[in-house]
T-cell receptor, first 114, second 113 residues
Framework: DAGVTQSPTHLIKTRGQQVTLRCSPKSGHDTVSWYQQALGQGPQFIFQYYEEEERQRGNFPDRFSGHQFPNYSSELNVNALLLGDSALYLC?????????????FGSGTQLSVL | GEDVEQSLFLSVREGDSSVINCTYTDSSSTYLYWYKQEPGAGLQLLTYIFSNMDMKQDQRLTVLLNKKDKHLSLRIADTQTGDSAIYFCAEIFISGGYNKLIFGAGTRLAVHP
């Protein structure tokens, strides 16, 4: 049973560019959340997707957007990259209803903005 | 407000017990968590506790919850070098159709011979 998978593992971009990160949830999970982890900090909630809709957003600007596909996989898009967007981006999946308290994380995508 | 605080660093000798502490602010949190992060890796769910419990034990791990003081601790018995990692305390906020975790900044555990 594959866990949460993310791609790519590492990415280098320059300021002003756009980036797309991908996530496949754990088998049987239909809810996907994205978190940003800056160096030396704990992860911060970006947003959550369920039934192909954004259900909740954290304190992140509109440059951060996402999408969920019918197979429950998800993408995180960041436009107009800033140096401060350099971070580890983590995807987490869970199931709705009972059991939604367990969130499983992928290994993340390390984004470096130069 | 939403805030989770942890001490940043802990150093222990191999074979000793480690105790990592955390305080949180949201008394309505139903679950509290401990995640482990090794260098260059994602987050591994170690254990979690329901808020109406005081203690949970899972092999070498013991979680203690003091809901009155909003204090959570993780005890690792017989600490090994493979336990060296960053440990994150987190609380969950569940509302309607969504859930989110609020993390502390992490405690770096260093295990030395």
């Amino acid at each position: 049973d594959a866990g949460v998978t993310q791609s790519p593992t590492h990415l280098i971009k320059t300021r002003g560019q756009q980036v797309t990160l991908r996530c496949s949830p754990k088998s049987g999970h239909d809810t996907v959340s994205w978190y940003q982890q800056a160096l030396g900090q704990g992860p911060q909630f970006i947003f959550q997707y369920y039934e192909e809709e954004e259900r909740q957003r954290g304190n992140f600007p509109d440059r951060f957007s996402g999408h969920q596909f019918p197979n429950y996989s998800s993408e995180l898009n960041v436009n107009a990259l800033l140096l401060g967007d350099s971070a580890l981006y983590l995807c987490a999946s869970s199931i709705p209803g009972q059991g939604r308290e367990k969130l499983f994380f992928g290994s993340g995508t390390q984004l470096s903005v130069l | 407000g939403e805030d989770v605080e942890q001490s940043l660093f802990l150093s222990v000798r191999e074979g000793d017990s480690s105790v990592i502490n955390c305080t949180y602010t949201d008394s309505s949190s139903t679950y509290l968590y401990w995640y482990k992060q090794e260098p260059g890796a994602g987050l591994q769910l170690l254990t979690y506790i329901f808020s109406n419990m005081d203690m949970k034990q899972d092999q070498r791990l013991t979680v203690l919850l003091n809901k009155k003081d909003k204090h959570l601790s993780l005890r690792i018995a017989d600490t090994q070098t493979g336990d060296s990692a960053i440990y994150f305390c987190a609380e969950i906020f569940i509302s309607g159709g969504y859930n989110k975790l609020i993390f502390g900044a992490g405690t770096r555990l260093a295990v030395h011979p």
